[in-house]
């Protein structure tokens, strides 16, 4: 029987750091030069040449985001402990200049990798299926309305009709792979400099949440955002939410949202099974 889903709201509710420059100096240290007797005894013995004392070395500064990535690791680690869950969904994002909000209820496992989406909206009663391996490495979809007579179509994850209104493929769903694209970016930015992280608490959907901000001052090639947002709920250690922003335009203008996806009622290791993931299931309309 199917695992019964989270009730679906009427709204969705949307969602770090002081300059810190790196630098490194590096002190050359006198080797100690030694003058060598014979001792009266016939043993060998040094004497140290009178040289000045070196100096220790200056201590390497961390970069801000370390404390940032290891903190996002440790909830990508949570993440991957869920064999599956239930939860509530949401997402924001931006595709071909047009921004797009779409909210949901899903189901999500692990092995094979398994999601069910019902949309409440827009397109209320749509539902997408993705199985890894199954049907032919392709999505299952179907609308609601007129749109219905069409039945149950196939698609390819990444083709543009599958994206039409999202930015990321359904292959890339999940929690640890939220987080996973967080790390990576993080980890290639510990290479510069002109980052700021700021940490903070924030109240998410019930949740109390560790909250990671990290953003640079001004628009660099190597930075894709000005700032992200990790949000990481206190309870489960699960990462419920990701917020990017783009650089301003003008100075002192407000950095505009360009991708926002967050969980909430989430509900771990609920026991799903393949009939969750099956286009005849009585209780889809596939």
Known sequence: MSAPLAPRPQNLGPSLLLAAGM??????????????????DGQTTSRPVDVP??????PRKEHPLVPALEAAREAEAAAKKLEDYIARFAKWDIVG?????????VKFRTKPMSVYMLFDKPHEGREVIYVEGQNGGKLLAHETGLASLIGTV???????RALSES?????????AKLVGGIIRQWEAETRFG???????????????????????PRPRRQ??????????????????????????????????????YTYWDVRPNAGLADRDFDPDNPAYDF
């Not at 100096?25 to 030694?34: F, K, P, Q």
């Not at 309870?235 to 917020?243: D, F, I, K, M, N």
């Open 53 to 58: 004392a070196a100096r220790p070395a200056a």
């Open 154 to 160: 196939s698609l390819e994850p990444d083709s543009p």
């Open 223 to 260: 930075f894709a955002f000005h700032k992200t947002r990790l949000y990481i709920d206190r309870a489960s250690g699960l990462p419920v939410r990701v917020e990017q922003y783009a650089f301003p335009s003008r100075p002192g203008q407000k950095p505009p949202l360009v991708a926002r």
């Open 97 to 105: 200049g047009r921004g797009y909000a779409h909210s949901m209820q």
């Open 23 to 40: 630098s490194l100096v590096c002190i050359s240290v006198a080797g100690l030069v030694e003058a060598m007797e014979d001792a009266p």
């Open 194 to 216: 002109e980052c700021d992280v700021v940490e903070g608490e924030a109240d998410l959907h019930g949740m109390k949440c560790r909250v990671l901000d990290a953003s640079h």
């Open 167 to 175: 930015k990321h493929p359904i292959t890339n769903f999940g929690m």
